[in-house]
Nanobody, 125 residues
Framework: VQLQASGGGLVQPGGSLRLSCLASGFTLDRPAIGWFRQAPGKEREWVSRLSTNNDITHYPDFVKGRFTISRDKAKNTVYLQMNLLNPEDTAVYYC???????????????????WGQGTLVTVSS
């Protein structure tokens, strides 16, 4: 069982990146899939979530309108499209799956069980 995140890199402010999260050893039809990020010296914070039974998405206010989570069932992959990036978005980004779809818990890392290894996103001019 493995999640592999990729797609990070260096991007200028205002630019875009699309992160991918490929699942191997299991299918991405867990109740929920999320993306988190962690900047140096800061706690891991939630940035998006997809409920797989109805494709409802959730975002915190600081990325709403800029980030979009989606999935390709055939490729067993979840994506995070990030637009209008700014230096505050610099962090290691992680994908994770949740064994239960409890909306009140979506922003808490302990409510997720499987995690990818992370991919670094650096926003800088």
């Amino acid at each position: 069982v493995q999640l592999q995140a990729s797609g990070g890199g260096l991007v200028q402010p205002g630019g875009s990146l699309r992160l991918s999260c490929l699942a191997s050893g299991f299918t991405l039809d867990r109740p929920a899939i999320g993306w988190f990020r962690q900047a140096p010296g800061k706690e891991r914070e939630w940035v998006s979530r997809l409920s797989t039974n109805n494709d409802i998405t959730h975002y915190p206010d600081f990325v709403k309108g800029r980030f979009t989570i989606s999935r390709d069932k055939a490729k067993n992959t979840v994506y995070l499209q990030m637009n209008l990036l700014n230096p505050e978005d610099t962090a290691v980004y992680y994908c994770a799956t949740a064994p239960r779809n409890i909306v009140s818990m979506i922003r808490f890392p302990p409510s997720y069980d499987y995690w990818g290894q992370g991919t670094l996103v650096t926003v800088s001019s």
